[in-house]
């Protein structure tokens, strides 16, 4: 089973990989960083909400930057919400400060591009109520997980699904153009909410986790839902699925016309 499981995500990565030429890449640091489509084009309007932040939103915080549009993060981790006050503080202040705690990289980021980014502490999760959060086993991660092999030290944080979500943050879900979503295992019945409420975003990148029990069946169920609700599979790097909305996707010659 667990071989199947990386099996299947390598076919499908060989199956999609010309496609990098099409994309332009936003972030960096060891794991912020994110694919999108080359000729994306979003407005002040435009909304990207963006589940699961850790020591790294160094790709939240170069789309609002190029785009002037609204960001949402969420996550109840206290070394993500530390890390998120510092910047803030950090930018107030005029200094520099490093993205995962790197010696090499470091914000490019202005207090107007940060007044474009709102910081939530919910988890998101299948079902709003209050839920565990299992640290790592290694001290050196930032992210906390529902899930885990043993019971070990945890926080209790309250957890919504991306309907209340929505609703809590007086978000249109017509207005959400990007939906990041890297939760730990969560994504599979946060994205099966999604797909049942019919409130899919235009662009939706998420990473895929191997769960202690039915990650395959997770990973294929999730696949099929996401073709059937009319979601193309444009990228993979690593674990990060990169899909777009196929009614979104205007060929060039209809674009020319529109213009």
């Known amino acids: 089973m667990s071989l199947a499981f990386y099996r299947i995500i390598w076919l499908l990565r060989k199956l999609v990989a010309k496609n990098i030429e099409k994309l332009k890449f936003l972030g960096g640091g060891v794991y912020g960083g994110k694919f999108l489509p080359g000729d994306l084009d979003m ?3 435009d909304v990207c909400i963006s589940a699961g932040a850790g020591e790294d939103i160094s ?3 170069e789309l609002a ?3 002037n549009c609204s960001i949402v993060i969420t ?3 206290p070394r993500a919400i530390a890390h998120y006050k510092k910047l803030c503080e ?3 202040k005029g200094k520099k400060m490093s993205v995962n705690n790197s010696k ?3 914000y490019e980021v202005t207090k107007e591009t940060l007044e474009k980014i709102v910081y939530c502490e919910y988890g998101l999760s299948g079902e709003s109520k209050k839920k565990r959060f299992y640290y790592p086993e290694n001290p050196e991660w930032v992210s906390c997980s529902e899930f885990t092999k043993e019971e070990g030290d945890f926080f209790i944080a309250d957890c919504l699904s991306y309907v209340d979500f929505l609703q809590r943050c007086h978000i249109n879900p017509k207005d959400v153009k990007i939906l990041k979503i890297d939760i730990e295992g969560s994504e599979y019945e946060v994205i099966k909410n999604i797909i049942d409420n019919n409130i899919l975003p235009d662009i939706l990148t998420f990473e895929v986790h191997k769960l202690p029990r039915q990650s395959l ?4 169920s999730l696949l099929w839902s996401l073709k059937k609700a009319g979601m193309k599979l444009v990228f993979i790097k690593d674990y990060d699925f990169l899909y777009i909305r196929e009614s979104a996707i205007v060929p060039k010659a209809k674009r020319k016309e529109k213009a």
Do not use: N, R
């Open 43 to 45: 407005t002040e309007s």
């Open 59 to 61: 790709f939240e915080c």
């Open 65 to 67: 930057g190029l785009y």
């Open 75 to 77: 996550d109840p981790t």
């Open 90 to 92: 950090m930018t107030e």
């Open 104 to 106: 090499e990289m470091f």
């Open 217 to 220: 069946y997770f990973l294929v």
